[in-house]
């Protein structure tokens, strides 16, 4: 497995706004940090999926 792309942090901005809304609360650093790293792996593998749709065309 490759390691997952650096995105703007206006990506994961938008992820943690998202949180912050939902429970109503302010995310920790640690919070933070774990749904970052949980947003680029989650890319990661939607990229590696759409890769293979393509060339199985």
Do not use: C
Not at 8 to 30: G, P, V
């Amino acid at each position: 497995m490759k390691d997952p792309f650096e995105y703007s942090e206006i990506f994961y901005n938008e992820a943690i706004m998202y949180l912050e809304t939902k429970w109503n609360r302010q995310l920790n650093d640690h919070e933070r940090h774990v749904l970052v790293e949980g947003y680029r792996f989650g890319r990661m593998i939607e990229a590696e999926d759409e890769i293979k749709i393509i060339f199985t065309k």
